[in-house]
Each structure stands twice: as C-alpha cells, then as structure tokens.
C-alpha cells in the first residue's frame, strides 16, 4: 500500500505536464539535431522495468504498443491507468504515437557528435539496461534504429529496437527531471505574468497608436539588393583564428537619399542563412536604412546538412565564436571600400552609424560586437556544474568556447551604435559581469515558450545586469525559438522548418519584430525622440494581440530574481 501510495502521489502531481515536457523539451531536443545506423543484434525490449528507491515494477512493451496503437488497455495497464485522468490517460497515448520525421543516417551523425553526446549522457541517466552498462550506447542504437523503422522515430519504435530484453526507467531520475521542467515553467510562467501585468491598462494616444502599427506595414521607399562575396586574409581574422574565411552578404541599398543612411547588420542563428530575416531587411530598406546580411558558413544550415551527411564532427566549431564577430567587422570595413570606391554608392550609407540585430547564435553575435567580452571564468563555473544536468540547450553550444584559448580576444565594434538581440543566449557565454560592459541602446527580444535558450535564465535575468540606460526587454508570450525565422526559401531545410516549433501566429511574431526594429532604430540611429515613447508598455500594448501578448519594460519588475552571481 506505501508503494501504491508513492505512485499515486508521483502520478497526480506529475502527470499533468508529461505531455507538455515531452512536446516542448524532449522533442526539441531530438529535433536539434539526431544520429546514423549501426546494426545491432535483432533484440528488443520486452519489459519496462520502472525502478523508483526500492520500488520496482514492469510493464509490457507489447501491451504498451497495443494501448498505442488501439487505445486498448491490457489488464495489467489498466492497473496503472486507474490513476490516471481520462485526459492524462489519452496523452500518455498521444506521447506514445508521437512521431519525429528524422532521416536516420542523420539523426546517427549528430549523435555521434560532442554535442550529440551530451544528450545522449543524460538520456542514459534516465533509461537504462538492466546491469546499467552499456545504457548510452544501447540508447544510441534505439533511437538510430528507430529512425529506420517504417513506423518512424515514435516512443514505441524505440522501445521495439532497444537492443536488450529489458529497459530500466530510473523514475527517480526522471521524477526529478520532471521537476526540473515544471520548476522552470513556473519561474517563467511567474515572470512573464510579472513582466505582461506591466502593459495592462496602458495606451497610447490615437495618433501615436496608428503610427505605431502602420510600422508593421512596408515604407515607401524602393530598394535594390546585391550578393557579394566576401574573402577576409586580414591580421586579425588569421591571428585569432589561423585561417581564412570566405562567405556571401546581401546588401539591400534603399533608393538615393540627400543624406547617408544609417546602416543595419542582420545576423542569423545556427542552423539558419541569411534568407531567414530577409524579411526584415527587405522591410527596414524600404524605411531607407541600408541593410547587409551575412551567411555565416561555420553555423548555417550548410554547415549541419554537412553533419548530417557525415563531412563534420559537429553542429560549429568552437572557433564560430570569433569567426561571427570577424564577420562583422570584416563586412563593415568591405562595404566601406566599396562604397568609397564606387561614386555611385558614395553619400548613400553611414557605416560609422550601424546597428545590429541577431537570433540566437546570432544574438550572442550582436551582443559581442556591442561591446559583451566572452567570459571564460563563468563558462569554466558553469560547464563543470550545470552540463550533465542542465535543461538549457543553449548551454551545451556555450560550453564549447571553453575549447578556445583563454585569451582577451576584441570583437567589440566602435561603429555599433544600437543592437537587438532576439532569443540570445547569455547566461555562460558573457555572464552578468561581461553583459554589464555593453554601453550602447540594447533591445532584447524573448519568447515565453523557448526551451533552447529559455526566456527566464537566457534573456530575462541577464538583461537585468546590462548597465546601459537605454535598454528594453520585449516579451512575446507564448512564442518559441523559432517564432520570428521566416520559412526556408532554399532546397537545405532547417530546424526551424519542422511543423509546430514556431509556435502560434508566427506571422504575428514577424510583424511585431518588423515594427519593434523600426522603432528603437529609429529612435537611436536616426535619434528621432519622438519614438522613445513607443518603445513602452503602452507601445506594446498597442501592437498587442492574441495568441502572442506582447510586453515591453525597461527595468525589471521586482518580481523577477535577480541574475546569479558571476564567477571571477
């Protein structure tokens, strides 16, 4: 009766948000990347041994997969489901069916990568074989063989191909696990509402509210757009680096102007191009605003279609961290030459006035070429505690720069005088002491539901420590990672790709990035002050709809926890 009472208690408390925590973390993370086939002896799991403390009990693999298949329920599982609501009951059922679409030799390549590896390490802390040697490699075949399977990557197809009679679940592991995400959930559930209760009740003026929103229409201005490749032998680039670096920029020049025009750099994340804010570009030149966007090779999607046809060792090198900012000071100084040298192009752009806008990989990119040094002393802290345990992916790519050369690298740029950073990570990779040396106008952009640099230890906490007085965190309820990247235009698919990671209305999230970017550059590139009192509460306000409640605040609510203390 204790033992029933232990599984009840568990079952209630936890069942709730199992569906929740395998849709929006564990499939996540199989959808970053997966990986390639190995042929294994035609064994398979019969039994599920749940192991809690002392507390043992089996369930069948079989009867598992008829419950999945038919919603039939043996008597055996129908001891189990008697603790079960009926709802919990059909998503446990829905979890079962749950299928990824991941081709196998790819999902092998990735989890034969070091970063594939650190997923793997902790998924075999939670299911293992019975004698508990083994477990990661037996996880690794399960999922690549799964893969192959007609069936598909379903949690059924990798019971079937996990090549041992018995599968251990370390329910202690995952009870805590389990209460790791709901822990995060919370804290995030508990700022957003913090931060949104900011925006209630506020508006702006009839005038300003219009004005505002026409900014998620198209301006007036026609624009032209130009691919250039790019080749930088320079000093810096080869000190730091040892090699060269060859890649393309889109250069969106706005029609001729009396004055030169501020310019605008767009950085894309990892595993994306430069086609995935080509939107905003192309919305931002018809404000007037000259914009360049790279392809960053070391961290695009060519970069892990390469992985997933076995021609890299991971999804970046750590070297990406320099090669990034290089890029960006390297196509400021090409685009100058050119202008300089072509009378055409000469008064058209004002490359010493440039702001920077990044998503993920490439909001820590506009972060450190706005002044934020990499922190070698936080990562070091952060690896050796939090990486076998952590719920933050992004956490796992940060602790690859701790394989550069601890070394003060400069990948600030004097000519950034604005930077929007969209879902960057931070917490490791600058820490609060190195984001408190930004001094420009830094807007950060959040999404409630991002599980790969979630909101609460990624963007929220660390805006905090930035010092710079113009500063804006804007909140976007609900939206994930992936919710401002525009679909894929080339034959390469990305992550972002995958039907339902965008999130809600992703059209809604594009439309408010379009008129949020205007704004603050607007307000700091073109100082026009009048803009300063759109980017407030009541601006968000204004631009706000459902499904996506849109905030913005300039200081925290004392709600929300400060950011933990950095290490020396």
Known sequence: MQKQGVQRQWVQKQGRCISRAWLRWIMPLLMLGAPLTATLPGRAAERIYVSYSVFSR??????????????????????????????????????????????????????YSPSGEVFLSRGSRLVQTPVGQGSFYALRAALILAASDPEGLTAISILRHYPNPGMVV???????????????????????????????????????ANQLRQRE??????????????????????????????????LYLPEASQTPQPVVVISHGLNSDRQSYAYLAEH??????????????????????????????DVSEPVEFLDRPLDIQFLLNAVQQLVNADPQLQDRLDLQNVGIIGQSYGGYTA??????????????????????TTLNISLVLQCQALRLPDAPYELADPRIKAAIAINPFTSSIFGAKN?????????????????????????????????????????????????????????????????????????????????????????????QLADQ????????????????????????????????????
Request: glycine residues 6%.
């Open 58 to 111: 089996s369930l069948s693999v079989r009867e598992l997969a008829t419950f999945a298949r038919e919603g039939t329920l043996s008597p055996e599982l129908a001891v189990y489901a008697r603790y079960l609501k009926p709802q919990q009951l059909a998503q446990l059922r829905e979890g079962l069916q749950q299928k990824v679409d991941f081709p196998a030799i790819a999902l092998s390549q990735f989890l």
């Open 170 to 208: 370390n329910l202690q592991e995952v009870v805590g696990v389990v209460n790791d995400v709901n822990r995060v959930f919370r804290e995030t559930d508990a700022i957003t509402e913090a931060i949104l209760a900011v925006s209630q009740g506020q508006s702006l003026p009839e005038a300003e």
């Open 217 to 250: 229409q198209p301006g007036p201005l026609k624009w032209q757009k130009t691919t250039l490749d790019l080749e930088d032998r320079s000093a810096k680039r080869l000190q730091y680096t040892g090699k060269t670096r060859s890649f393309p920029i889109d």
């Open 284 to 313: 931002l030149a018809s404000y007037g605003y000259g914009v360049i966007v790279p392809e960053h090779p070391g961290s695009n999607k060519k970069r892990l279609q390469s992985l997933f046809e076995g021609f890299g060792q």
């Open 367 to 388: 972060l450190a070429v706005a002044g934020a040094a990499l922190n070698f002393g936080q990562m070091r802290q952060d690896c050796a505690q939090n990486l076998d």
């Open 435 to 527: 984001l408190a040396q930004i001094q420009v106008p830094t807007l950060i952009v959040t999404g409630s539901a991002d599980v790969v640099a979630p909101a609460a230890a990624e963007q929220i906490q660390p805006f905090g420590a930035l010092t710079t007085p113009q500063k804006y965190l804007a909140l976007i309820q609900n939206s994930t990672h992936f919710s401002t990247i525009a679909p894929s235009r080339g034959e390469v698919a990305s992550i972002a790709d995958f039907q339902g990671v965008e999130g809600p209305s992703p059209d809604l999230a594009r439309n408010y990035l379009k008129a949020l970017s205007l704004t603050f550059l607007q307000r700091y590139l073109r100082n």
């Open 533 to 568: 009192a759109l980017l407030s509460p009541a601006g968000a306000a204004t631009l706000s709809r459902a499904p996506l409640p849109l905030s913005i605040v300039t200081t925290l609510p004392a709600k929300v926890p400060p950011a933990p203390e950095v290490a020396p």
